[in-house]
């Protein structure tokens, strides 16, 4: 795992979980809340459990900004690219508009190999269903955060509906955009009720739900 | 002898007798429209809106298919109707009251975007239906219900000029101001009718034809004299003219 | 087909494409944004239109003479966008057109929060606009239900030429869940619009007129009458509800929407303690569905309504109880969500032989 990981994708791919369960699992320093796309479900709705457990969460200016849509971020976002001692995730807001918050930080950014930027990817999202379709996203991405896609994350579910056939039927369409495009699969996950031995492409995790209630 | 029409009702207009007070213009300017609209051969094709004023009844007058909008908002319900019809002829009705105050968003922005409408703005400068109350565009000095000692600028500022207002507006396309005091400019302000309708046929954007009005009821004068108080107090506030014609050096003008 | 994964607001933007809307109308508000923003890139493909209106007040009266054009139409908004819309909701009544309305429903009053509240319960089913009328207003419980019920509603507008409101809080719009967008649903037949104004008068050869205005008093009360007749109509046929577990229930939770959601967790885990509880869950919450109260089995003694409102449901449910069950509330408000462990205490609180 490289020192800071950027996660982008379609809104409602997984991005806010999936950075609370690797900033968790890898015990890392930070997470980095930029999403100015969605006003709920976001990642800074689990401040106590992310401080339980050490990690700083930095999102906006504005204090508690649970409750607001205020596109507020905070500068203390680019300390992970100035202080090498940091280990972090970034949780990006969805889509190319998400993405678009890292021009904020470019100035900032020295060191690109320190640096992964992964796209996670659900195929039982309509607009991410196709490699086609994956493969404009990720050109859309790269265009608005002006930084390089360096790998995707498979994250296909349908929540408790998920089962292995689901995970390899994402794990098809995403090497067919990632062959094209020549980047690796770098993690799997797999939702915590999913019980299978198989091993999927690159670093298999599992996916605990920390965001979503029960009765969601 | 030779028989010569001289007066022949349009078939633009119903056989429903107009409701306006003796010698108010909005008579006038019912018949120019539903003339521009018989002769061009567009009633079949049309669908007016009318609006909240002395004309809230203009949907029982234009002969053609018609929709009634809330005070102020034609400008949006003829952007609902040519959005999913493009190929109706829309125009709106709309007093200065309706235009110029409680619907000044709403035609702002139907000339910023640009609608492919014809708005028939009919200015007295004053409310004539609700009974004579200030209007955006009541004259300086002028006595109205709820200016009882004349309008006065430290309190309400200068009248709206809503022609050049929208002429900044850059996605209008052709406005013009007439009057309709005299047959000379009676004629001319059909000419402008007919230019609108035109443009909106053309699909080259948004028009608006505003009338130099009177309210001869609510201003307290015989319709005579208020055809002169027109000309002597309002169109020199309101110069006649085409305020902006963005149709010029297109090749389908 | 098969579920794919959506979230609430872009499922409902694609469930209304699907049901065959012809135009939306709107202005940007949270929580609802997802479904302008999805409509418009993709009204385009299927040669539809969107338009970003400059206000709600313009939107909804686009809305009424796109309607009046004889248009399947749509707009969305949130609780201050729909206190503005009540205008031309009122206007679209008055000319009796079909339209939809969707309310992705934040905290109030004033600028309030974006956090999800049922707080436009009163807005909704009794309506801010003037005049004696009412919408056939949904409140659905699930991702799947919402896009069901969005697609008919176009059908059941169209039905009624009035206009129906699908009012979900903001959590709905805004969580994943999978749904089958192309799932049946039950049509209506539907007569031409032979009323529509649309600027065919040539083709039909007479003119028609779309208006609200009726200056003769006796004209305008047989014109409610006539309205009067459709809601007449509604109560006796839309209403919508499920029972759940209230078989032998001896309290039963009344709630909608997200509200339900959380109840039905609740009650799972208080049935396992052995509670005899269950839940009416208004689906139409106007008509409000009266006839689930005369469901209930004797062995209900209480009615607890819960809300993410302060007792706004509870005043129908007042008006439907007549003094049969003993009353009780518990609501949350200004966008907090409550937990449900709150509502299982509240359940024990009013057991026989509690305290
Ligand atoms: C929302 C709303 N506010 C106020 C009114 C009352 N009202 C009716 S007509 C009118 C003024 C109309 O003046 P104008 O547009 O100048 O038309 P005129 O009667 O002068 O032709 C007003 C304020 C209304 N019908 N609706
Ligand atoms: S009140 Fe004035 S504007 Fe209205 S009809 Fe009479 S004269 Fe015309
Ligand atoms: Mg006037």
Known sequence: ?216 | MKTQTVYKPTGGLTDRPLSYCPGCTHGIIHKLVGEVLEEKGLLDETVAIASVGCSVMSYEFFNCDTQQAAHGRAPAVATGIKRVRPDATVFTYQGDGDLASIGMAEIVHAAHRGENITVVFVNNAIYGMTGGQMAPTTLIGQKTTTSPRGRDQGNTGLPLRMSELLATVPGSTYLERVSVHDPKHIRKAKKALEKAFDVQEKKQGFSMIEFISTCPVNWGMTPNDSLNWAVDNLIPYYPLGVYKDATKGDDNA | MAKVLMKGNEAMALAAIKGGCDAFFGYPITPQNEIPEYLSYHMQEHGRVFVQAESEVAAINMVYGAAGAGARVLTSSSSPGIALKQEGISYIVGSELPAVIINVMRGGPGLGGIQPSQGDYNQVTRGGGNGDYHLLAFAPETLQETVDIVKQSFDLADYYRNPVMIAVDGLIGQMMEPVDIDKEVEQKTLEEKTWASDGTSGKRGRVNKIVSLHLDPYDLEKHNLKLKAKYDEMVEKEQRYEMIDTDDAEIVIVAYGSMARIARSAVKELRNEGVKVGIIRPITIWPFPEKAFDELPESVHTLLTVEMSLGQMLQDVKIVNQGRYQLEFYGRAGGVVPEASEIMDQVRKHLKGAK
């Open chain 1, 1 to 216: 795992m490289k020192r800071i990981t950027i996660l982008t994708g379609h809104y409602g791919s997984g991005k806010s979980e999936i950075a609370i369960n690797l900033a968790i699992q890898d015990e890392l320093n930070a997470l980095i809340d930029l999403d100015i796309i969605n006003p709920y479900f976001r990642s800074r709705s689990a401040r106590k459990l992310l401080e339980a457990n050490g990690i700083e969460l930095i999102e906006s200016t504005i204090e508690n900004s649970a409750g607001s849509d205020l596109p507020f971020i905070s500068a203390k976002g680019s300390r992970p690219f100035v202080n090498s001692d940091l280990r972090a995730v970034y949780d990006l807001g969805g889509t190319k508009h998400g993405a678009k918050v890292m021009m904020q930080f470019r100035d900032f950014i020295k060191n690109r190999d320190e640096i992964d930027f992964l796209v996670v990817v659900n195929i039982y999202r309509p607009e991410t269903d196709q490699a086609k379709k994956i493969i404009q996203m990720v050109e859309e991405l790269e265009a608005t955060s002006q930084i390089r896609v360096t790998g995707f994350i498979n994250n296909s579910n349908l929540m408790e509906y998920t089962d292995e056939s689901m995970i390899e039927e994402g794990e098809r369409i995403l090497k067919e955009a990632a062959g094209t495009l020549n980047l690796p699969i770098v993690y799997t996950f797999i939702e915590e009720h999913v019980k299978t031995t198989k091993r999927y492409a690159g670093d298999n995790r599992v996916l605990i739900r920390y965001l979503a209630k029960q009765w969601l």
